[in-house]
């Protein structure tokens, strides 16, 4: 990947991911551990979305050609179509109980003779198109029809499927979101839940190896939200806190935290905490009143807004975001140096984003994404190498040294500013980058 | 005159093949047996082998049991034997393949993971299994599962 072994596009991302650290307003005050975590976190890879495809419909099989003897074992007439090999059960394909070895003869209403063919005709079919398929499933000719998917929108569903908890993937191990508010979170976005049936209100993920690390201990989850007046609200949690043990156990993952409340359904329990680096212990009632419901997430840029929540945001799709043009790449690298200077300077009485480099930056960024096309990368291909990364990292451990979290108590952005950085945001989450880190 | 009401435990002894109903209604009780990881461990182990043998596993109720406890007995070794029982019908039941997943991103038990990556192959070209290992290939610690994953993700099918 060429685009990826120029250096200055590399201290670009890893600029980028400064540059969302620093431009976090701060509403409330942060704890120590908590804006040294969001440091962190801005070098936390999150998980890849799979492929990306354009607007190509997509049904979710491959195919292969057959041979006389294929052929006969799947009684077949004549050695004609092409034999499914592999389905993709998230897909249309699955959906409509497409199975291995059906053999795709004619696809609306045209012969399909072999594998290729089958390929090319679906290539040339856009998204959400319907098409009707003729198979022979042991022998037997049916009919189907079924509308092709856009692979991009559908892998989003599924990721966010996996990763907001579905009753699939948070029902048992709480993925994350144990709900339990009565009163949602104020704030724009609303998530829905599945959480167990034993919710306190918290939503908490796993540590990272490398968040461990720097805290100093082997593992625990940490706490992302809290919910009004939940129980761990209550029991006094709050975000950014990690769980360490409930009771005598430790938890080490969304399992053991899931199994803990289970076993602790409707009494006290002692749960030990780490926050600003100390151990502490709070009682948590773990009720089983609460049922499924939705949970209302605090707007990343409303009024309520956490500043840590933002901090993530912008990494998240710094990581993901790289320059194919050499000088969107080179120019936005100026200006966070620029910026970079300005806050080793520590002048924010005079720091500012004006309007105009509001409008210069959003220029370039549309200008890169109108040149980033997600199919020049091949995920596994995608890497940083071991020398990049420490090349990056040791650029983020500089841009630290260098920053006072404190400074930025006095420095806000207008609303306008604001505005514009959340529709610049929107965009780029619309355009559906995934992490290739 | 004095009324003492009272229940009475007593202790009973069952016989039978592993088709025999009963018997596996006791065995899918046993398999959530909080008391005693023994007795889940070997009803459990009962229940996974008539899976993997293909002995009426179709029906919800033993493969039920097997994911129940698969996400939520504490015994390592009782999980196991869970997910070796689901392990044929990952292809066949998305919420098996669904309850594998999770294992694979969630159990605390590295040994547990490594079985799931591999009873996840049959599945490889879901659009969610090859999410869940791109995650598990970044983040999972355990240097071999990472390594597994890659190696499973390498094999890029070219579905359509």
Known sequence: MNHLSRPYQKLGIAVLSS?????????????????????????EPSPALGHSASSQGYLGVDVADLDQEKAQALKLKEVRGAVITLIDHDAPAGQIGLKVNDVVLQLNGQAVEG??????????????????????????????SVELADRRVMEKDVWNKIGNGSDVFASGTGMGILAGADEGLPGGFKMSFFGSTLNVGAMVEPLTSQMADYLGV???????????????????????????????????????WDRALRENEGKPVQVTILRDKKQQTLTLQVDSKHKQGEMQMVEPFGPDACPLQMAEIGPEFAQQFIFKDDAAAEAMRAQ??????????????NFKIGPEQMEQM???????LKNFKMDDFKGDDFKFDDKQMQQMKQQMEEFRKNFNPEDLKEFKFDQKQLDEMKQQMEQMKDFGFGNRV | MVEVRYNQVVPQRIEGSLD???????????????????????????LAAECRAGHSCQ???????????????????????????????????????????????????PRIRTTAVTILEPVEGDTSVRQVLHSVANSDQSPQIRTVSREVLRREPEIQ
């Open chain 1, 19 to 43: 540059m969302a650290i620093v431009v976090v307003p701060a509403p409330h005050a942060a704890s120590a551990q908590s804006s040294e975590i969001v440091q962190l976190m801005a070098q």
């Open chain 1, 115 to 144: 594998a290729e063919q089958l390929r090319r005709m679906l290539k040339e079919i856009p998204a959400g198109r319907k098409v009707s398929m003729e198979i022979s499933r042991d022998g037997a000719i049916q009919t189907l």
């Open chain 1, 218 to 256: 082997s593992s625990g989850l940490m706490v992302k939200q809290v919910a009004h007046k939940s129980e761990a609200a209550t029991a006094g949690l709050k975000a950014f806190d990690v769980i360490l043990k409930v009771g005598p156990d430790a938890i080490t993952n969304l399992a053991g």
């Open chain 1, 336 to 349: 966070a140096d620029a910026l970079k200077e300005q806050m080793k300077a520590r002048d924010f009485e």
């Open chain 1, 362 to 368: 959003k220029r370039e960024m549309q200008e890169a």
């Open chain 2, 20 to 46: 025999d109903p009963a018997i596996r209604q006791l065995l899918m009780l046993a398999s959530e047996n909080s008391a005693s990881a023994g007795v889940r461990d070997d009803s459990v182990g009962l």
């Open chain 2, 59 to 109: 029906g919800a109720g033993i493969r039920d049991a097997l994911m129940v406890a698969l996400r939520y007995d504490k015994n390592a070794g009782v999980r196991q034997k869970a997910l070796e029982g689901l392990g044929p019908y990952v292809a066949q039941d998305v919420r098996v393949r669904d309850a594998v997943l999770e294992a694979l991103l969630n159990d605390s038990d």
